[in-house]
């Protein structure tokens, strides 16, 4: 499985980014999808997830503000960012869960500024 991310980059606070996820197989679409960050010198945190069914799960700290959603038919995941905060700033991961394992993209820097 190859996941591959893109979107990120530099955006003042207040601003929206979109972050994408485009996978390669079509076991994208039975498995979980998950958007994690890591800021530097800071662990690897989930930010939300979304089931096949399209459930979804976000980490308290961007409820409200971040929205995850997927296209099945081009295999694809999304992160919408509003309202950013310069605590967002990360490196933006997405991973698909097979319940068993994780692969992971490659990372995405979003950076913003005050």
């Known amino acids: 499985v190859q996941l591959q991310a893109s979107g990120g980059g530099l955006v003042q606070a207040g601003g929206s980014l979109r972050l994408s996820c485009a996978g390669s197989?079509?076991?994208?679409?039975?498995?979980?999808m998950e958007w994690y960050r890591q800021a530097p010198g800071k662990q690897r945190d989930l930010v939300a997830s979304?089931?096949?069914?399209?459930?979804?799960n976000y980490a308290d700290s961007v409820k409200g503000r971040f929205t995850i959603s997927r296209d099945n038919a081009k295999n694809t995941l999304y992160l919408e960012m509003n309202s950013l905060k310069p605590e967002d700033t990360a490196v933006y991961y997405c991973?698909?869960?097979?319940?068993?394992?994780?692969?992971w993209g490659q990372g995405t820097l979003v950076t913003v500024s005050s």
């Open positions: 991973a698909l869960n097979t319940g068993s394992y994780r692969f």
């Open positions: 979304i089931t096949s069914s399209g459930s979804t």
């Open positions: 197989r079509a076991t994208f679409n039975r498995n979980v």
